[in-house]
């Protein structure tokens, strides 16, 4: 199974400020042929079920404000919110998708701070 | 707009069976990979396995020997049977839907649309 580790486990940042939420796979999910990352990202607020920010590591879903960016290499990617609001409070998975069983990592949680 | 509803009994007692259904709305099952994850209250998600419209499916290899899941094309419904249930068994369930084949050429393995899920207890 990959491993997804993400760092950290929590996370505060002040309104309006940068934040940078880390995912590392314990192999490489950049499949050659296509050139593409197998990595998503979701964000799942108290109470609610886990909503898709990103896929492909850096595509936005649609919807998704745009402050909300990803990016990455083969194993290290990071989600980066460019301009912390209060709405963007939650916790953060990252998952893999580019080989079963699809795995995630054990969340981030965001704060204001 | 597309709706994802779990259902099913929120207690199931140890060593019996669990039973969920998915019910979808405002569109069709058909072309997508229907998915069931779980998540503990308080701690991460845990990706059950698969099942294909058709009805072909992929299961995690930890769970594969437990868990069943199958599609009713006519009534618009996803089901997971997970036989044996125990105490680690407790958690939300959700089911959640990966695009077509046909979005990106390939199965990709994203979840785009989820379940609002449902909390099964498991008691002795």
């Known amino acids: ?113 | 707009q597309v709706h994802l509803q779990e259902s099913g009994p929120g207690l199931v007692k140890t060593s019996e069976t669990l039973s969920l259904t998915c019910t979808v709305s405002g569109g069709s099952i058909s072309s997508y990979y229907w998915n069931w994850i779980r998540q503990v209250p308080g701690k991460g998600l845990e990706w059950l396995g698969y099942v294909y419209y058709t009805g072909s499916t992929v299961y995690s290899p930890s769970l594969q020997s437990r868990v069943t899941m199958s599609v009713d094309s006519s009534k618009n419904q996803v089901f997971l049977k997970m036989d044996s249930v125990t105490a680690a068994d407790a958690a939300v369930y959700y089911c959640a839907r990966v695009p077509p084949y046909e979005r990106f050429g390939e199965l990709s393995g994203m979840f785009d649309l989820w379940g609002q899920g449902t909390l099964v207890t498991v008691s002795s």
């Open chain 1, 1 to 113: 199974d990959i491993v997804m580790t993400q760092s950290p486990d929590s996370l505060a940042v002040s309104l309006g400020e940068r934040a940078t939420i880390n995912c590392k796979t314990s192999q490489s999910i950049l499949y050659g042929s296509n050139n593409k990352k197998y990595l998503a990202w979701y964000q799942q607020k108290p109470g609610q079920s886990p909503r898709l920010l990103i896929y492909w590591a850096s595509t936005r879903e649609s919807g998704v404000p745009d402050r909300f960016s990803g990016s990455g290499s083969g194993t290290d990617f990071t989600l980066t919110i460019s301009s912390l609001q209060a709405e963007d409070v939650a916790v953060y998975y990252c998952q893999q998708y580019y080989s079963t069983p699809y795995t995630f990592g054990q969340g981030t949680k965001l704060e204001i701070k």
